[in-house]
């Protein structure tokens, strides 16, 4: 697999999709719109499946009372000359502490200490309307 998510502190959990579902997003503010977790993964493997990839493996962690999500996707397929993988790592905070980021590449690190790690970070967008 070319991802690997650690949940090692004591306020982090791991969890399924179906626990995510656990998690609403807070009311939006005039300036704000929190995303839902669900939403977030949803809007995700959609969009992964325009493009053709398939999800082989995908693993979830919360924190912080479920206020933060990070997430990891191993693509089906192989890239390249045939021996890499590809895959996406994902954090975002609901407690206005995270902007929604994704990284993705052959190896991807997604640590509830906030490292983040692989080859290149697609997206870094606020929650703002």
Not at 59 to 72: E, H, M, N, S, Y
Not at 76 to 82: E, N, T, V
Request: hydrophobic share 35%; aromatic share 8%; glycine share 10%.
């Amino acid at each position: 697999m070319g991802s690997t998510l650690l949940s090692h502190t004591g306020e982090t959990e791991l969890v399924s999709y179906e626990q995510l579902k656990n998690y609403s997003a807070p009311d939006p503010t005039r300036t704000w719109r929190p995303i839902s977790h669900t939403e977030l993964v949803d809007t995700m493997r959609e969009s992964l499946s325009e493009f053709g990839f398939g999800l082989q493996r995908e693993q979830f962690a919360v924190a912080r009372d479920g206020k933060r999500l990070f997430a990891t996707f191993d693509l089906d397929g192989i890239i390249g000359d045939g021996r890499q993988g590809l895959s996406i790592g994902l954090r975002h905070g609901n407690d206005k502490s995270l902007s929604v980021q994704t990284v993705g590449g052959a190896r991807v690190f997604v640590c509830d200490n906030m490292m983040f790690s692989g080859d290149m970070i697609s997206l870094r967008h606020k929650h703002s309307t």
